[in-house]
């Protein structure tokens, strides 16, 4: 996690009495003073979204994950791919080097799309895993998805200097495509 300015020194995981600071009001907090708003925390975490699409995508995709499974739990497979399809192209806008701000709604929109796929992953591997499974499936997923992740980072560094960045994400767009069509 990158921490905001300031707040590199803080020891992550946290224990112990801190004041917390309102940047808006919340009626959790109402009638306290602000002597009053000091709480001990244990193990907390400083998290801050960096893609709100993506969160937006994910909670959204949740819903349209279990609407979809609720009728046919084979078909929450199907809500990944046919997200991942429509995602895709909005990566190849890099292609024809567009504004700034065509770039950030591509990327926005991509976001969006992606997180409704990311929605069913979990979902649809305990919809065909054996309950007794499911935690070791979770973990080897999530390594897979780790080491694809640092590798594809590598591999884009090494791409970008012979064929630019343009073309990394379309290839990534590439990718996509194929994983909404398995």
């Known amino acids: 996690v990158r921490l905001e300015a300031g707040l590199d020194q803080v020891k992550i995981p946290h224990t112990g009495w801190n004041t917390i600071a309102l940047t808006a009001p919340h009626p959790l907090f109402a009638g306290l003073r602000e ?13 801050r979204a960096a893609d709100p699409a993506t969160v937006l995508g994910v909670a959204v995709g949740g819903w349209i994950s279990d609407a979809v499974a609720a009728r046919d739990a084979r078909r929450r497979l199907g809500v990944q791919g046919v997200s991942y399809l429509i995602a895709a192209p909005f990566l190849l806008l890099f292609l024809v080097r567009p504004s700034f701000g065509l770039i950030a709604a591509s990327v926005t929109v991509f976001s969006f799309f992606r997180g409704i796929g990311q929605a069913s992953e979990n979902p649809a591997l305990c919809d065909v895993i054996p309950a007794r499974f499911r935690s070791t499936a979770i973990g080897l997923m999530n390594t897979g998805a780790t080491a694809a992740g640092g590798l594809g980072v590598l591999l884009a560094g090494y791409l970008k200097v012979s064929f630019g960045l343009a073309a990394v994400f379309a290839g990534i767009a590439a990718l996509f495509v194929i994983a909404g069509a398995m």
Request: proline content about 0%; hydrophobic content about 40%.
């Open 35 to 47: 002597d009053q708003l000091t709480f001990y925390f244990v193990h907390s975490y400083h998290f």
